[in-house]
């Protein structure tokens, strides 16, 4: 894990450390499985057309979880997570596999984010977070917004 | 339009009405599982050693895991047949969701879950007509503590 980011660190406008993710058709069977979410809409090519999304989409449970997970690590152990949200504005869709475990090459997504606010409330040093998953093409599908508590280097 | 309107009256009957709690389990290997299919290799998820040693003492879940319902199921499963049955459409698509972390979740804990339907809007998008609604959920740990909130959109079409 990185070193503890504190409070003092940052500012309106700090970047948060951009995580790469790709998501591949293997992966998407995988997020099933572990959350639950048995939708064919992310497996089944037939029902996703009829759905009108063209092919399987990845979910959007899946992005939030890499938005989460995005924070968590920017944060560090003394960080706390307090609000993650985020809307599933726009479709994304996962690389096919070439090999049991590897995608083709393709799309690589970024989860990214920067600070909008930061502010003592409560005894609590809490930073605000525009945060958003963004496709190959640079656009946000995945929109959002996150409220941290960051340690003080004061109360060290 | 309010003749054609996808929020009838059996539709909006169903707004603020509290669903039977549904009982959730957190487990070592669920969380596991959950922490790979993110990609998230953190310790505190992924080693059990690691993490009880920790303040948290276990394995912690990532932030918005619940764990498996006891009885099987989705979280807003039920909510969505209960509107397919008011006759609202069926096709149905994640719209995004708010998550209040109040406690951290882990290894062990058993959460029931209280849902209820805090509003539905409706408006043409590209889909044609789309229903909005805003699902509310509020878990429980095994000592009564409120542990997460969220609020879920689905889209219907």
């Known amino acids: 894990m990185a070193k503890q980011i504190y409070y003092e660190d940052v500012d309106v406008g700090t970047e948060i450390t951009p995580l790469a993710k790709i998501a591949m058709t293997r992966m998407l069977v995988q997020w099933a499985g572990a959350s639950g979410d048995f939708n064919p809409l992310h497996y089944d090519a037939d029902f996703a057309k009829a759905m009108g999304v063209g092919t399987p989409i990845v979910h959007g449970a899946l992005k939030r979880a890499w938005l989460g997970h995005l924070m968590t690590d920017w944060i560090g152990e003394e960080g706390k997570l307090k609000k993650l949200s985020c809307q599933y504005r726009g479709m994304d869709y996962p690389r096919k596999m070439k090999t049991m475990e590897e995608p083709h090459d393709g799309e690589t997504w970024w989860c990214k984010g920067k600070v909008t606010k930061k502010y003592i409330e409560g005894g609590e040093h809490l930073v605000e977070c525009e945060i958003w998953v963004e496709n190959g093409k640079g656009d946000k599908t995945t929109p959002g917004s996150a409220l941290v508590a960051l340690p003080t280097r004061s109360e060290k | ?157």
């Open chain 2, 1 to 157: 339009m309010a003749a054609d309107s996808l929020i009838t009256d059996k539709v909006k009957k169903l707004i603020g009405v509290p669903s039977e709690p549904i009982v959730f389990k957190v487990e070592e290997g669920a969380i596991q599982r959950y922490a790979q299919a993110i990609g998230d290799p953190n310790p505190l998820y992924n080693d059990p050693d690691f993490a009880s040693r920790t303040k948290h003492g276990r394995l912690l879940a990532p932030p918005g895991f619940t764990g498996w319902p006891v009885k099987g199921g989705r979280l807003t499963e039920e909510v969505f047949k209960s509107l397919i049955k008011a006759g609202a459409p069926p096709r149905v698509l994640d719209g995004g969701i708010e998550f209040e972390f109040i406690e951290p979740i882990g290894a062990g804990d058993v959460l029931t879950a209280t849902l209820q339907i805090a509003n539905i809007t409706e408006r043409e998008t590209r889909l044609g007509k789309t229903m909005f609604t805003t699902v509310e959920a509020t878990f429980m740990n095994q000592k009564g503590n409120v542990m997460l909130k969220s609020r879920s959109t689905l889209i219907q079409f």
